[in-house]
């Protein structure tokens, strides 16, 4: 890895997105590109298959949802295919407008999560979108193509938004087999496909729903994130509405992990390719929906000793901070970079796996997603 090689952070805000650049040694940042003004990017992304290349989910209220991608490292961006979704004429949906262009087609409602193939597929994307949607693309985006397994459901009539809508926000590739895949929908819980998105299994087993009467159902909790264990695909760390969960088995079963912090309440999660059974978590106050100990704070579980970890002190960063579903990430580097945004505009850094923190010297929009694009990964 070249000593000069830059690092970004991705950023996707309540009034656009921005790219942040800095070097290896993660110690300096400047704030670099910024496009969509005004627009709410929920999710920023970079193609590790096609260097340069960023993808971002913008949502407009007036004008509707776009995929834009940038091919430039951000300085440049283009809109390309974005999906609209066949409305069944027997069935009657929420969103019609009662127009003859509402009756045949509608636009999907917002974009939440765009995710890149494995590199096996190097022109494979997928879309995550409300209300409970999920494309795929074989050509980067310029078409999509429905994977109506989900989309046409049959239990979706009883499918219930969460506090955000009715948002597809997860997906996983199982970096084995690309037809193994996962998603997350609030707040319908997590499914499974063992065959490219032909058929899904719902995989919530364990998982609490403290809001409804039947506390442990098959469907219908809410879940806010999930993330893989890059060591062992077979390993996820889930956040949900109700506590913080991890599972060994892809899915099957459940078991959670965070009750020994009290409230374990949040909404995002991350784990590092660079150390294997850890995951980073930050837990929020479940009913003010900010940061319960008067100050800035992140959780580690390792996975390995079963234990968790405190990162910051009472004195680092105090006040109360929001954290979004996507408002997590780590990098590819030794020791792994956080990189945590806030729903107040803060983006706080460590370079060294938690023991110091820093705050990026610039005031953001309230920060819908966080993600890192890294150096030297093809």
Same mark, same amino acid.
């Given at each position: 890895?070249?000593?000069?090689?830059?690092?970004?952070?991705?950023?996707?805000?309540? %009034?656009?997105?921005? @790219?942040?650049?800095?070097?290896? %040694?993660?110690?300096? *940042?400047?704030?670099?590109?910024?496009?969509?003004?005004?627009?709410?990017?929920?999710?920023?992304?970079?193609?590790?298959?096609?260097?340069?290349?960023?993808?971002?989910?913008?949502?407009?209220?007036? *004008?509707?949802?776009?995929?834009?991608?940038?091919? =430039?490292?951000?300085?440049?961006? %283009?809109?390309?295919? !974005?999906?609209?979704?066949? @409305?069944?004429?027997?069935?009657?949906?929420? #969103?019609?407008?009662?127009?003859?262009?509402?009756? @045949? %087609?509608?636009?999907?409602?917002?974009?939440?999560?765009?995710?890149? $193939? /494995?590199?096996?597929?190097?022109?494979? /994307?997928?879309?995550?979108?409300?209300?409970?949607?999920?494309?795929?693309?074989?050509?980067?985006?310029?078409?999509? =193509?429905?994977?109506?397994?989900?989309?046409?459901?049959?239990?979706?009539?009883?499918?219930?938004?969460?506090? &955000?809508?009715?948002?597809?926000?997860?997906?996983?590739?199982?970096?084995?087999?690309?037809?193994? /895949?996962?998603?997350?929908?609030?707040? @319908?819980?997590?499914?499974?496909?063992?065959?490219?998105?032909?058929?899904?299994?719902?995989?919530?087993?364990?998982?609490?729903?403290?809001?409804?009467?039947?506390?442990?159902?098959?469907? $219908?909790?809410?879940?806010?994130?999930?993330?893989?264990?890059?060591?062992?695909?077979?390993?996820?760390?889930?956040?949900?509405?109700?506590?913080?969960?991890?599972?060994?088995?892809?899915?099957?079963?459940?078991?959670?992990?965070?009750?020994?912090?009290?409230?374990? #309440?949040?909404? !995002?999660?991350?784990?590092?390719?660079?150390?294997? $059974?850890?995951?980073?978590?930050?837990?929020?106050?479940?009913?003010?929906?900010? !940061?319960?100990? &008067?100050?800035?704070?992140v959780h580690e579980w390792n996975d390995n000793t079963r234990k968790w970890r405190k990162l910051l002190g009472p004195k680092a960063f105090p006040g109360h901070f929001g954290v979004q579903r996507e408002g997590i990430a780590t990098d590819n580097l030794s020791p792994p970079g956080i990189y945590v945004g806030t729903t107040?505009?803060?983006l706080i850094v460590s370079p060294d796996a938690g023991k110091t923190w820093r705050l990026i010297p610039f005031s953001f929009p309230s920060i819908h997603s966080v993600s890192v694009a890294n150096p030297g990964r093809r």
């Open positions: 890895m070249a000593a000069n090689e830059k690092i970004r952070i991705l950023v996707g805000t309540r %009034k656009g997105t921005y @790219v942040v650049e800095g070097d290896t %040694k993660r110690k300096t *940042w400047k704030v670099g590109p910024v496009a969509h003004t005004g627009n709410e990017v929920y999710h920023v992304v970079a193609d590790p298959r096609h260097p340069g290349d960023l993808y971002a989910a913008v949502n407009n209220q007036f *004008w509707g949802p776009e995929v834009q991608r940038s091919r =430039d490292w951000g300085k440049h961006w %283009k809109e390309i295919g !974005t999906p609209l979704t066949p @409305v069944r004429k027997d069935r009657p949906s929420p #969103f019609d407008d009662s127009s003859p262009a509402a009756a @045949v %087609k509608r636009a999907v409602t917002n974009l939440w999560h765009i995710e890149p $193939g /494995l590199a096996s597929e190097p022109d494979t /994307l997928y879309l995550g979108a409300d209300p409970h949607l999920i494309f795929r693309s074989s050509d980067l985006g310029s078409t999509w =193509d429905p994977i109506d397994a989900i989309n046409n459901h049959p239990a979706k009539k009883d499918w219930a938004p969460g506090f &955000g809508g009715a948002c597809l926000h997860t997906i996983l590739i199982d970096p084995r087999d690309a037809r193994r /895949l996962y998603i997350g929908l609030s707040a @319908v819980g997590t499914f499974r496909s063992e065959d490219g998105g032909q058929t899904w299994k719902p995989t919530n087993k364990g998982v609490e729903a403290p809001f409804l009467p039947n506390k442990f159902p098959e469907t $219908g909790q809410c879940v806010h994130d999930v993330a893989a264990d890059a060591a062992d695909p077979d390993t996820f760390y889930r956040q949900d509405h109700g506590g913080m969960y991890v599972s060994h088995d892809r899915m099957e079963k459940w078991v959670r992990i965070g009750k020994s912090l009290g409230d374990d #309440f949040g909404f !995002t999660v991350a784990s590092p390719p660079s150390a294997p $059974g850890k995951a980073y978590f930050v837990r929020l106050d479940g009913q003010a929906r900010v !940061t319960g100990e &008067g100050h800035f704070q107040t505009g803060q």
